[in-house]
T-cell receptor, first 117, second 113 residues
Framework: AQTVTQSQPEMSVQEAETVTLSCTYDTSENNYYLFWYKQPPSRQMILVIRQEAYKQQNATENRFSVNFQKAAKSFSLKISDSQLGDTAMYFC??????????????FGKGTKLTVNP | NAGVTQTPKFQVLKTGQSMTLQCAQDMNHNSMYWYRQDPGMGLRLIYYSASEGTTDKGEVPNGYNVSRLNKREFSLRLESAAPSQTSVYFCASELREGSEKLFFGSGTQLSVL
């Protein structure tokens, strides 16, 4: 079975500083997508960033970037210039790609990030 | 454009009662999903519908049934609620199975006493 592990249940960071959230996954497959989702107190699930496993270049979205280490099966999220609005639960997830489509998203247990003023 | 709409947002049930969670999307998506979220457990897939007319079990289907009423609507039914079903339930949709971008509803907080 595919698994996703987020080893940091809670983290905190000062406003304007940089924080890195860890994620490791376990799969024997070669083609897959990796994701980071943000869930603020409003409960809404918001896609932050996505990485295709076949791409060596790390994905970036404004202040959010990933460090994708395929051999190590590691997919960390870096948030630069942290803002109070970044306070949320962050979920790492991945899905396996097949010829006919994909398997369903597997989520980690989440990391609760608090940005302090 | 409302996206994915779930009703109700909150519900309290007594053990043994039944209820249906409603979900509708207005993005013409083919695939729809029901997840449950429990503290420290992340999101787990209950059921999904890859396209209109099909439904399949996910990771935790026991105690639930689903209906893909049409392309827009995908409901989740608890026939006899149990305290173990206390959770936050999320509906999600994507353009097609494997398009890799899920759109989520705002969730239903369900408490079973």
């Amino acid at each position: 079975a595919q698994t996703v592990t987020q080893s940091q249940p809670e983290m905190s960071v000062q406003e304007a500083e940089t924080v890195t959230l860890s994620c490791t996954y376990d799969t024997s497959e070669n083609n897959y997508y990796l994701f980071w989702y943000k869930q603020p107190p409003s409960r809404q699930m918001i896609l932050v960033i996505r990485q295709e496993a076949y791409k060596q270049q790390n994905a970036t979205e404004n202040r959010f970037s990933v460090n994708f280490q395929k051999a190590a099966k590691s997919f960390s999220l870096k948030i630069s210039d942290s803002q109070l609005g970044d306070t949320a639960m962050y979920f790492c997830a991945f899905t396996i790609l097949h010829k006919g489509g994909s398997e369903k998203l597997v989520f980690g247990k989440g990391t609760k990030l608090t940005v302090n003023p | 454009n409302a996206g994915v709409t779930q009703t109700p947002k909150f519900q309290v049930l007594k053990t043994g009662q039944s209820m249906t969670l409603q979900c509708a999307q207005d993005m013409n998506h083919n695939s729809m999903y029901w997840y449950r979220q429990d503290p420290g457990m992340g999101l787990r897939l209950i059921y999904y519908s890859a396209s209109e007319g099909t439904t399949d079990k996910g990771e935790v289907p026991n105690g639930y049934n689903v209906s893909r009423l049409n392309k827009r609507e995908f409901s989740l039914r608890l026939e006899s609620a149990a305290p173990s079903q206390t959770s936050v339930y999320f509906c999600a949709s994507e353009l097609r199975e494997g398009s890799e971008k899920l759109f989520f509803g705002s969730g239903t907080q369900l408490s079973v006493l």
